[in-house]
């Protein structure tokens, strides 16, 4: 008899474990990875060679963040090629200057609406090489991928 109940009992748990066990559209896990909130600046060549900072403004709704950050030696990925076709094959890249200078201005509170940037970019000795006013729209950043909570909302500012 106790063989019984007992049976009845686990019936329904595994038919619930049995249920959720071909669900496809089961929870992805999520790691607590995240992005900054800012503006990304790039300053391209001829510019960039005299380039050491920018100083920011990004203003939305009547308020603004105002910021100075270093730029540093840009970089893109130049693909070196893959041994093979198949599964077990490896391919490779290397990163190599690009002429730009990049920077990154944190800004915590960046909206997802459009929002106006002014960039001062500035020399080695501190002084003023340009001024450029651009509005650009924040995107959200999903560092997990789309199927988990998006990180800081970021756009890009290029000065040519």
């Known amino acids: 008899m106790t063989r019984l109940r007992t049976a009845w009992a686990v019936a ?14 089961a929870p992805r896990a999520c790691t607590m990875i995240g992005s900054s909130a800012g503006i990304v ?17 990004v203003c939305w709704d009547g308020r603004c963040v105002e910021t100075l950050s270093a730029l540093t030696p840009g970089q893109a990925a130049v693909d070196q090629g893959c041994d093979g076709v198949g599964p077990d094959s490896s391919c490779s890249a290397v990163m190599t200057p ?7 201005v944190e800004v915590s509170a960046l909206p997802l609406e459009e929002v106006e940037v002014t960039t001062v970019v500035q020399r080695r000795d501190g ?9 650009v729209t924040p995107q959200a950043t999903y560092p997990n991928g789309k199927g988990c909570d998006p990180g800081g909302n970021q756009a890009r500012v290029s000065l040519p």
């Not at 690009?98 to 990154?104: A, K, L, N």
Request: proline share 6%.
């Open 98 to 104: 690009d002429g730009t200078m990049q920077g990154f």
């Open 12 to 25: 329904p748990l595994a038919l619930l474990m049995a249920c959720g066990a071909g669900a496809s559209d």
């Open 41 to 57: 600046v790039s300053v391209e060549p001829p510019l960039a060679r005299e380039a050491n900072a920018v100083r920011t403004s």
């Open 127 to 135: 002084t003023d090489l340009r001024r450029d006013v651009a509005r």
